[in-house]
């Protein structure tokens, strides 16, 4: 048994055997380490102030990725390097290149977001050569700036690109190889139990030790990317005990590329299950980018985005339609079953106390499979759904519906299938007479509700238009019906 954290904050190596289970990487470092360029604005995953880089191996690279310090917990950083925007300057005061980028494109005002924008920015310039006018403006989705506007920030990561210098001058490429050697041995098969007085934090040492540490505390709070959990204790002040942390498993981390479809450990991220579902399903790639900003995408998994049968997260219905399966293991052993049975009511799924989210299988669709997913919010980037439709489509021979599967976020207490409107469809030519005639149906399907987000008329009529939107795009219809419609949606 062991009873300490143990990760490298900049050069130093940190262990912790004091620490509380919801302790925020942000306070750790502002208050404890007196690290204070990383910044607090929001304190809920939102404006990007708080970004720093963490830095974990995988398949034995070691990769660096955005994060909120805000939302991230000490308790997840077992085995990794966080980085502040406090490493990046040589010691003799010289800026690092993306820095110098910021200051000579004058990308700084306030100087409150600078440093997030900044560790933002490096991550891009870690990660990608030269990147384009979307990577940068991808990278800089989970930024906000509220004086300046984003083209002297997005100049600046253009500038430092154009003239990218040595990678010697890097403190994080110059010292990879010992990171490396440093973290290797922090990974451990034992379970790390941290007591502080009441408050316990376990960190499983494997996927059997949290199916043994849930059949013992079934009421425990699992914690993945934290990026629903990390508000319950910013914005609720809720108090979690014990926490049982499971970013790190990496049984969990794996994407298996199969023949007839791909299974997706329940720990991965957003970041990279799009990157792996994109390449097999390209109607699904675009989704990602809809999705939070990079620094939510680097930390929220697949797993959480199920387990917490939220009716509007983004993947169960384009997953739902494409016929996915969950697997929920516990020490009873393991089961499956199709993703939309795991959803029974708001806040009620499918899951046995002790079970948890193991994996998601996921279908490739036929060749003859006409698929897409549109989500609807009020503001393009960063932003939650009010509506989410997904549509797995077979015509037959004679252009008649042979198969439909439609699945909605935002309509319902769950994800939910719109079984009438499918049933009325199936066998009827697709036709724009035909969408229009089962518009009725969505509301026998569907009494969504009125929040901030939408009235519950708007959700019903773009319900029904996203399915006319369908039809247009995967009909004869002429070019300008199509791009009209797509505008409008
Ligand atoms: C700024 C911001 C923007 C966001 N934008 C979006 C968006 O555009 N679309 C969207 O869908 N969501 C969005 N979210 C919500 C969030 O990112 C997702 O719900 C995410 O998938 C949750 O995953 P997580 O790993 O962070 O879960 P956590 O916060 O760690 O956990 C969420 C819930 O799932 C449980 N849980 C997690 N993993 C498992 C498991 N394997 N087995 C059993 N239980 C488990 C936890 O106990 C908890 O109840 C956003 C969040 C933030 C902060
Ligand atoms: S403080 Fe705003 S994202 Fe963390
Ligand atoms: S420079 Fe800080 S908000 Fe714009």
Request: aromatic letters at 6%; proline letters at 5%.
């Amino acid at each position: 048994m062991n009873d300490s954290i143990r990760f490298i904050l900049n050069g130093e190596d940190i262990t912790l055997s004091n620490l509380r289970p919801t302790e925020t990487l942000l306070d750790f470092l502002r208050l404890k380490r007196r690290l204070t360029g990383t910044k607090e604005g929001c304190a809920e995953g939102d404006c990007g102030a708080c970004t720093v880089l963490v830095g974990r191996l995988i398949d034995g690279g070691l990769h660096y990725e955005s994060v909120n310090a805000c939302i991230r917990f000490v308790g997840s950083l077992h085995a990794t390097h966080v980085v502040t925007v406090e490493h990046l300057a040589a010691q003799n005061g010289t800026l690092h290149p993306v820095q110098q980028a910021m200051v000579d494109c004058h990308g700084s005002q306030c100087g409150f977001c600078t440093p997030g924008f900044i560790m933002s920015l490096y991550g891009l310039w870690l990660s990608t050569e030269k990147p384009n006018r979307a990577q940068i403006e991808k990278s800089l989705q989970g930024n906000l700036c509220r004086c300046t506007g984003y083209e002297p920030i997005v100049k600046a990561a253009e500038l430092v690109s154009e003239k990218r210098p040595s990678a010697l001058f890097d403190p994080l490429e110059k010292t990879r190889a010992d990171i490396i050697a440093r973290l290797w041995p922090m990974q451990s098969h034992d379970t790390i139990t941290i007591t502080e007085g009441e408050d316990r934090l376990i960190v499983p040492g494997s996927v059997s030790a949290l199916a043994q540490v849930l059949a013992d505390e079934p009421k425990a709070t699992v914690v993945a990317g934290s990026t629903d959990v990390g508000l319950w204790v910013t914005k609720q002040m809720r108090r979690l005990n014990p926490v049982v942390f499971i970013n790190h498993l990496s049984e969990l981390q794996r994407i298996t590329i199969e023949d007839d479809g791909l299974t997706i450990g329940a720990g991965v991220t957003y970041s990279r299950a799009f990157a792996a579902i994109g390449e097999k399903i390209p109607a699904l790639s675009g989704l990602i980018n809809r999705i939070g900003g990079e620094q939510v995408r680097n930390m929220g998994t697949i797993g959480g985005n199920i387990a917490n049968g939220s009716p509007i997260g983004d993947s169960p219905p384009p997953l739902i339609a494409l016929g996915a399966t969950v697997r929920l293991r516990s020490v009873a052993g393991t089961r499956s079953l199709l993703l939309e049975d795991f959803f029974i009511d708001y806040g009620r799924q499918d899951r046995n106390p002790g079970e948890f989210v193991e994996s998601i299988f996921v279908p490739y669709p036929a060749e003859d499979v006409h698929f897409a997913v549109y989500k609807i919010t009020k503001r393009r980037d960063e932003d939650i759904t009010a509506v989410l439709g997904a549509f797995h489509l077979v015509l037959d021979d004679v252009g008649n519906v042979a198969d439909i599967r439609i699945a909605f976020g935002g309509m319902a207490a769950t994800p939910k299938r719109a079984r009438t409107v499918e049933a009325e469809l199936i066998g009827k030519p697709w036709t724009e007479e035909t969408v229009t005639a089962v518009r009725p149906a969505f509301d026998v399907d569907y009494k969504p509700l009125t929040d901030w987000r939408a009235t519950a008329e708007y959700r019903q009529l773009t319900a029904k238009n996203l399915l006319l939107r369908f039809y247009l795009e995967t009909s004869g219809a002429p070019q300008e019906l199509k791009r009209f419609a797509m505008a409008e949606a």
